[in-house]
């Protein structure tokens, strides 16, 4: 099936700092999405981006499909991005099956 | 508009035995999907369901089984419960198969 790596595993940050986040997939996919994970739990959706780029306040995300990776940026940070982000993708060669990377954690520090 | 709902909320079990979660999907959306969280991972995909039927599995033992009713609710049934079945289980709705989906709060399941 296909692989998606996520990088870093890890990110502490002080507020008001600039990340990337990379995930890298095996495989064409169908659709992309980016979530916010808070700490109850809840996915929130943050990007649906099979290609292309997207944004939305102090987030924006680009999906190169044809290189098989997408960047997830988070300008001037703030103490409530803490939590985990995950990328999914749905393999074009798969079926019905979502496939979620194994995040990145990231902290946010006042 | 109303979003994804799960019920319960929590729940505690004993290995053995039998559980039932319960999912409401997004006003519109016709395609629930299911996934297992456990600790400190990514969730696991188990099923989807589009229009009554299941439409894709994931790796799981046919103990783990679902439903989709008329009005697109979805359950989760889970017989012979194992301690490794400790986990979140989220629940996923979409407007078709391979659209954007939107998650409920999720329901934590403790197997002792």
């Known amino acids: 099936g296909i692989q998606v790596e996520q990088s870093p595993p890890d990110l502490i940050l002080q507020e008001g700092a600039n990340s990337t986040l990379r995930c890298n997939f095996s495989d064409s996919v169908n659709n992309l999405q980016w979530f916010h994970q808070n700490p109850w739990g809840q996915l929130i959706n943050l990007f649906y981006i099979p290609s292309g780029t997207k944004q939305n306040g102090r987030l924006s995300a680009t999906t190169v499909a044809t290189e098989r990776y997408s960047l997830l940026y988070i300008s001037s940070s703030q103490t409530t991005d803490s939590g985990v982000y995950f990328c999914?993708?749905?393999?074009?060669?798969?079926?019905?099956?979502?496939?979620f990377g194994p995040g990145t954690r990231l902290s946010v520090l006042p | 508009e109303t979003g994804v709902t799960q019920s319960p909320t929590h729940l505690i079990k004993t290995r053995g035995q039998q559980v039932t979660l319960r999912c409401s999907s997004q006003s519109g959306h016709n395609t629930v999907s299911w996934y297992q969280q456990a600790l400190g991972q990514g969730p696991q995909f188990i099923f989807q369901y589009y229009r009554e039927e299941e439409n894709g599995r994931g790796n799981f033992p046919p103990r783990f089984s679902g439903l989709q009713f008329p009005n697109y609710s979805s359950e989760l049934n889970v017989n012979a419960l194992e301690l490794d079945d400790s986990a979140l289980y989220l629940c996923?709705?979409?407007?078709?198969?391979?659209?954007?989906?939107?998650f409920g709060p999720g329901t934590r399941l403790t197997v002792t």
């Open positions: 999914a993708v749905e393999a074009a060669n798969y079926g019905q099956n979502f496939v």
């Open positions: 996923a709705s979409s407007p078709g198969p391979l659209d954007e989906q939107y």
